[in-house]
């Protein structure tokens, strides 16, 4: 019997296993199965809460076509809420080890629980071969890029993970999982990639949708939000502040003019429950 437990943040939802007391033999399966939203918990994916030599804790995320990822924004503010909650670091700072480096957060906590948590996502990583992108070096700022009947202006950041950033006109409407998925297993992306459809709402204030690697369309993106932050100050369409409005709730991020970016969100614990 394994335990777990189901949270979200932001309508970005991941069943979270405690690994300082259960042990995942197989979390490439056990993600594949557990994110079923009809035969299985459902779920964005599974992401494993370890002990870790270098943080509070480690965090490992894999997608739900059990692919790992290397960082979730929304899944490692309720990892921060976890440890908090359930004993395993209580302080309202901590760090967490994840695949794109060590992270550290400020918890938020209301009456003994934390309800909101900010994030030092760390700095972005602009250069294409850091993304990783095909192509010549340099940035990819309103770059050209032609996939299917469409021709799209992309700006792309790796958050530690890779993002494809487009700005379009009317994002409620915009065909979503067409040119998401087409783009995500581009061959300009060698480890596919994430892609993000954004909607200039005010100068201080965007609309999100995103398409993520192994997952589809989910509610929210943590690491997406703060590329869309970082891609809408590099083309002079917003401040180093802004408010996101996601499908499943906002995120308030800001690109520090030190570099690192911060990110500000709930973090929901739904349900425990046991898998057989």
Not at 79 to 85: E, G, S, W
Not at 194 to 208: A, C, I, T, W
Not at 266 to 276: M, N, S
């Amino acid at each position: 019997m394994l335990r777990f437990t189901k949270m979200h943040g932001a309508g970005n939802d991941y069943v979270y296993v405690n690994g300082f007391e259960e042990t995942v033999p197989d979390p490439a399966a056990l993600a594949v199965r557990v994110s079923d939203r009809h035969f299985g918990v459902g779920s964005d994916g599974l992401i494993l809460i370890l002990p870790s030599y270098k943080a509070d804790c480690c965090m490992r995320i894999f997608n739900a076509d059990g692919s790992e990822a290397e960082m979730c924004g929304n899944g490692v503010r309720c990892v921060a809420k976890y440890v908090y909650d359930h004993g395993i670091a209580r302080k309202e700072e901590i760090t967490v080890e994840t695949g794109a480096g060590v992270l550290s957060l400020r918890i938020f906590p209301e009456k003994g629980r934390v309800a909101r948590v900010r994030v030092n996502m760390g700095m972005p990583r602009m250069d294409r071969s850091e993304i990783p992108m095909v192509g010549p070096e340099g940035r990819v700022v309103g770059e050209p890029f032609p996939v299917l009947d469409r021709t799209f202006s992309v700006t792309c950041v790796s958050m530690g993970n890779p993002h494809c950033v487009i700005f379009v006109d009317e994002v409620d409407r915009f065909p979503v999982e067409r040119y998401g998925r087409a783009i995500e297993n581009h061959p300009a992306f060698p480890r596919r990639t994430n892609v993000e459809f954004v909607q200039v709402v005010g100068r201080d204030e965007l609309q999100q949708r995103t398409w993520e690697r192994g997952s589809g369309e989910t509610l929210a993106c943590g690491t997406g939000a703060s590329a869309v932050a970082v891609s809408a100050f590099l083309n002079g369409i917003a401040g180093r502040r802004v408010r996101i409005h996601l499908r499943g709730g906002e995120l308030e991020l800001e690109w520090s003019e030190e570099g690192p970016v911060y990110m500000t969100g709930p973090a929901v614990e739904v349900f425990t429950g046991v898998i057989d």
